[in-house]
């Protein structure tokens, strides 16, 4: 079904493992895929230069659940922790420092343009990790990998995508869906046409099936868009209501 309903948490990382004492985890995105869900720490730097690192901020975890359910398969709650069920690795700390582009900006905090990853995506071997920072010469940057590489024994294949940043460079109307799809894109998000054409997303969930997404980017609880710059009198509750029957693959709650 479609309907999300909050239920026990799931601790991903104790306090301390082989010596090693945790703290915070710094998740900065979840994406499931074929029994898995994925949940991944920001691989960066705090916010002040200087400040202590936490190496939990450098997992992806990974842990399988019941494809009809949801549920995973193994005993969780508040205080227990299933080492051998959720399953992480820091492998993409030396992928981010050897990645084109990102890794000048590698462990570096955000007040001086740090990597720091703020979404991840995943469908079959291909993981997108998408970066907050660094921005360079007005573009952004997502690390494509294979998954097989990150959780498996094949070595990892690690690609570098800049992005253009500007004023309106959004997905406005089907032909920009469309165009993004048949490029290798494995899902778009559509964030303030949303809110300002209902059924540009009715059809393009109609043309592409499983392949589109919605951003709630929200601020005091009202969606914000024009890359945050308004706030519309939806709340994130009310337009993820109006979405329940388009089709829509996923939502993407900010």
Not at 119 to 128: C, E, L
Not at 174 to 191: C, T
Request: charged share 25%; net charge positive; glycine share 12%.
């Amino acid at each position: 079904g479609r309907k999300i309903d909050p239920a026990r948490l799931i601790r991903l990382v104790p306090d301390k493992d082989g010596g090693v004492e945790f703290g915070e985890l710094d998740a900065e995105g979840a994406a499931y895929d074929r029994g898995f869900f994925y949940v991944i720490g920001s691989h960066g730097a705090p916010r002040k230069p200087g400040s202590a690192v936490d190496p939990s901020r450098f997992f992806i975890l990974r842990f399988r659940v019941n494809e009809r359910t949801g549920k995973p398969r193994f005993r969780f709650g508040d205080d227990t922790v299933d080492t051998a069920a959720i399953v992480k690795t820091n492998a993409l700390r030396e992928v981010i420092k050897n990645a084109a582009g990102i890794g000048p900006f590698a462990e570096k905090a955000l007040s001086e343009n740090g990597a720091n990853i703020e979404g991840i995506a995943v469908k079959d071997d291909r993981m997108f990790l998408g970066f907050r920072g660094p921005s360079v010469n007005g573009r952004a940057f997502i690390l494509e990998v294979n998954v097989g590489g990150v959780f498996g024994n094949d070595p990892i294949r690690a690609k570098v995508h800049a992005l253009p940043l500007a004023a309106d460079t959004g997905i406005r109307d089907l032909r920009d869906v469309a165009w993004w799809l048949e490029r290798g894109v494995a899902r778009v998000i559509l964030g303030t046409a949303a809110v300002n054409d209902p059924a540009l997303v009715k059809a393009a969930c109609r043309a592409h099936p499983g392949r589109v997404a919605v951003g709630l980017d929200a601020k005091r609880g009202r969606i914000a868009t024009e890359g945050w710059a308004r706030l519309s009198d939806l709340t994130a509750v009310e337009l993820a209501q109006r979405l329940e029957d388009t089709g829509v693959a996923a939502l993407v709650h900010t």
